[in-house]
Nanobody
Framework: QVQLVESGGGLVQPGGSLRLSCATSGSIFRVYSMGWYRQAPGKQRELVAAFTSGGSTTYADSVKGRFTISRDNAQNTVSLQMNSLKPEDTAVYYC???????????????WGQGTQVTVSS
């Protein structure tokens, strides 16, 4: 089975940086998109950054210029470099992958368990 595991979350002061990583395991045949979502208490889950199926990147307006998404296709991993962190960035961050694990199986979304990012002084 395909599994996604996030790491790198923690407590950081405003203006600080964190780097999140998403490691995948299991059989992966084709990746259509991978990205990061986040959900703060009392708020809806939102897209933070992602690689689209066309290979381009997309970012939430709130993180543009501060966050950078990167990937390692050989290892099917995706990372999120977060700089100039703000308290409003506090949330659980989830890795997401839209992929097929086998050519005979349908495309579907996979999610990690999430990693907590807390930005506070």
């Amino acid at each position: 089975q395909v599994q996604l595991v996030e790491s790198g979350g923690g407590l950081v002061q405003p203006g600080g940086s964190l780097r999140l990583s998403c490691a995948t395991s299991g059989s992966i045949f084709r990746v259509y998109s991978m990205g990061w979502y986040r959900q703060a208490p009392g708020k809806q889950r939102e897209l933070v950054a992602a690689f689209t199926s066309g290979g381009s990147t997309t970012y939430a307006d709130s993180v543009k210029g501060r966050f950078t998404i990167s990937r390692d296709n050989a290892q099917n991993t995706v990372s999120l470099q977060m700089n100039s962190l703000k308290p409003e960035d506090t949330a659980v961050y989830y890795c997401n992958a839209d992929l097929t694990s086998h050519p005979a199986l349908r495309r579907r979304d996979y999610w990690g368990q999430g990693t907590q990012v807390t930005v506070s002084s």
